[in-house]
């Protein structure tokens, strides 16, 4: 089964950047074909969804959280979508995760293993 990669997460101190890649494991599964989501999991609380692409036409949503801070793309030519973490704050502390959306918002995919970004000064 395929299964999307998280890579790229790391520890940052606040106000600094990440770049996360997201991959897919398989390579027939274009992630352009599908909406990706990218989600975060901190220690205690819920997986928090935090931005999606879409793919009929790469609009993006993001969630209160992290509009203005974080942007989605997608590197085509590399089969990955990319979140891009700017001003980033203690409280970004978390696993981050990519997965595939149906049109109705649920996940598509099993879950990886996700990639720890760690927040602090």
């Known amino acids: 089964q395929v299964q999307l990669v998280e890579s790229g997460g790391g520890l940052v101190q606040p106000g600094g950047s990440l770049r996360l890649s997201c991959a897919a494991s398989?390579?027939?599964?274009?992630?352009?074909?599908?909406?990706i989501g990218w989600f975060r999991q901190a220690p205690g609380k819920e997986r928090e969804r935090l931005s999606c692409i879409y793919s009929t036409d790469d609009r993006t949503w993001y969630s209160d959280s992290v509009k203005g801070r974080f942007t989605v793309s997608r590197a085509n030519a590399k089969n990955l979508v990319i979140l891009q973490m700017n001003s980033l704050q203690l409280e970004d502390t978390a696993v981050y995760y990519c997965?595939?959306?149906?049109?109705?918002?649920?996940?598509?995919?099993?879950w990886g293993q996700g990639t720890q970004v760690t927040v602090s000064s």
């Open positions: 997965n595939a959306i149906y049109g109705n918002g649920a996940t598509a995919l099993g």
């Open positions: 398989g390579s027939n599964f274009a992630l352009d074909n599908f909406n």
